[in-house]
């Protein structure tokens, strides 16, 4: 679509860019997507679709295209299939089973080898749709093989975790930041809340596995910690305790650290007890699984079944 959006609206109501937004969803679908294979390919200049899978799939995902329902099936079909796109290190960026997949990770390809940029991308299709336990479960081995290895890669061998093309990666650097501060740090979101994500690395393989960890972060002022160890987070607010719960487990705060929710961030049941300002209650988190806080206690909500990796 050539049109400037603008033309005709007034440009800061934004209902102009809407309707433009709609239009590119529109034309993805119809000329992109593949109804049998479940996904979206590029188009050749013949105008016949491209039918390699490829990380084209992510990328859209990224942008909010599609519902709960149609992100479930990216996972069982794609994203969590051991045969299509989830290597023991990441997710590659060919199909594992297309004849051209080649896992050499020595060069700067987009041939099969895990890429950063893939892997940068992911957290939001993830977490737009509320399957946070997918996303941990993947990030772990990446986890380990950058905390053992020497460098920031573009790529990594999908098989052995080797860090391979690449010295100074910047997406491999904002990964590793990203994925500590998603796994066992604490992040702002955009919506207003913090996160305290309790999957502290002390089961993840070799060199990289800890006994405790502990970040730190100020928010608006005021400054929140979080510790960790194999069994337990703990949250400080300028020094004070805040909020237990058990490891697997993320606390959900607003900006000045008011407890909201908790969700299961491991790929297994999470039990302990959550402890607040308000009271302490033993509490049974499935992956993904949510309870918000109530004056009352934790109450379940609707929450996303977890999807385990296939074969």
């Not at 937004?21 to 390919?41: K, N, P, V």
């Amino acid at each position: 679509d050539d049109a400037d959006p603008r033309d005709g609206a007034d440009p800061h109501d934004g209902a102009a860019w809407r309707a433009a937004a709609q239009r590119s969803r529109a034309a993805l679908a119809e000329q992109c997507w593949h109804d049998g294979d479940g996904t979206w390919y590029d188009r050749a200049a013949g105008g016949e679709l491209v039918r390699i899978q490829s990380d084209v799939l992510l990328r859209v995902l990224a942008c909010e295209i599609g519902d709960g329902a149609l992100f479930t099936a990216a996972l069982e079909r794609y994203l969590m299939h051991t045969r299509k796109f989830l290597a023991h290190y990441g997710l590659t960026s060919l199909a594992l089973d297309d004849p051209r997949f080649e896992a050499n990770a020595a060069r700067n390809s987009w041939g099969g080898p895990v890429n950063f940029l893939t892997m940068v991308r992911a957290p939001h299709a993830f977490e737009h749709h509320g399957h946070v336990a997918e996303l941990a479960l993947i990030a772990g081995p990446v986890l380990t093989a950058l905390a053992e290895a020497d460098h920031f890669p573009q790529c990594l061998d999908p098989w052995s975790g080797e860090a391979a093309y690449g010295e100074r990666y910047s997406p491999g650097i904002l990964w590793f930041l990203d994925a500590v501060e998603r796994c066992f740090g604490i992040l702002p979101r955009p919506d207003g809340a913090v996160w305290f994500s309790g999957l502290t690395p002390t089961r993840l393989d070799g060199a990289a596995r800890a006994t405790a960890v502990a970040y730190a972060r100020t928010v608006d002022g005021v400054r929140f910690e979080l510790a960790g160890d194999d069994e337990q987070a703990r949250v400080w607010r300028d020094g004070a305790p805040l909020a237990s719960f058990p490891r697997g487990a993320r606390l959900e705060t607003d900006r000045a650290g008011e407890p909201l929710a908790v969700v299961g961030l491991a790929a297994g049941t999470v039990r302990g007890t959550l402890t607040t300002p308000s009271g302490s209650w033993p509490i049974e988190l499935a992956p993904n699984a949510r309870l918000e806080l109530t004056p009352d206690g934790p109450a379940p909500v609707p929450s996303p079944r977890f999807v385990p990796p296939r074969h």
